[in-house]
């Protein structure tokens, strides 16, 4: 889903649920909005509104926490959930 707001911009949920949904299954949009929620308490995405309607951006890179400061040898010293980051 990061990918997805790095790469197409800020997108509603609407947009990202149809991003997400494949022929015979859909995501459903409080599966999606649980996702979201998680990348913007991370500090990777950020909500803002566009025409009265919610809009979610991808923080851009540069603005994103740092983990130099950590003495990592891989992606397993991060705690599950921050995994993907390395």
């Keep these: 889903m990061l990918a997805t707001l790095r790469t197409h911009g800020p ?3 609407g947009q ?3 991003r997400f ?3 015979g299954g859909k995501l459903r949009p409080a599966t999606i ?3 979201l929620d998680t ?3 991370a500090g990777l995405a950020h909500t803002g509104r566009i025409d009265s309607a ?3 951006t991808a923080v851009e890179a540069a603005q994103v926490r740092r983990f130099d400061h ?3 040898h891989g992606p397993h010293d991060l705690p599950p959930h ?3 980051l390395a």
């Design 11 to 13: 997108q509603s949920l």
């Design 16 to 18: 990202l649920t149809e």
């Design 21 to 23: 949904s494949t022929p």
């Design 33 to 35: 909005r649980a996702a």
């Design 39 to 41: 990348l913007e308490a």
């Design 54 to 56: 919610a809009y979610w």
């Design 70 to 72: 950590l003495d990592l």
């Design 82 to 84: 921050l995994r993907h």
